[in-house]
């Protein structure tokens, strides 16, 4: 299993960026991805959810309304949209994979759920 997150960058408030999460290795149907990000002193929070069985999309509740997670299957890519970004978005970014039997909208919030691990990919908003 490989995930390969990019697209994060520097941004002013307001402002929008889309991640990508590229995947191999599994197939998608039978997972679910998720981002994750973490700040400097903090935990890792669950920012979003996809399962790749059905769809349903999940998200926390300090971005919902703002970011939309999506999938492109024929690339293999998951996507992160995130608009009206805010400095207190600021974070290492991650996308993370798991099998569906084990994440799901229940428990996809918890960190040690997920068994696979992409690099970050830093987003900074400047107020």
């Known amino acids: 299993v490989q995930l390969q997150a990019s697209g994060g960058g520097l941004v002013q408030a307001g402002g929008s960026l889309r991640l990508s999460c590229a995947h191999s290795g599994f197939t998608f149907r039978s997972y679910g991805i998720a981002w994750f990000r973490q700040a400097p002193g903090k935990e890792r929070e669950g920012v979003s959810y996809i399962s790749g069985s059905d769809g349903s999309t999940y998200y926390g509740d300090s971005v919902h309304g703002r970011f939309t997670i999506s999938s492109d299957n024929a690339k293999n890519t998951v996507y992160l949209q995130m608009n009206s970004l805010e400095p207190e978005d600021t974070a290492a970014y991650y996308c993370?994979?798991?099998?569906?039997?084990?994440?799901?909208?229940?428990?996809?919030?918890?960190?040690?759920?997920?068994?696979?691990w992409g690099q970050g990919t830093l987003v900074t908003v400047s107020s």
């Open positions: 993370a994979a798991s099998p569906g039997y084990i994440v799901g909208p229940y428990v996809w919030k918890r960190v040690n759920e997920w068994h696979h």
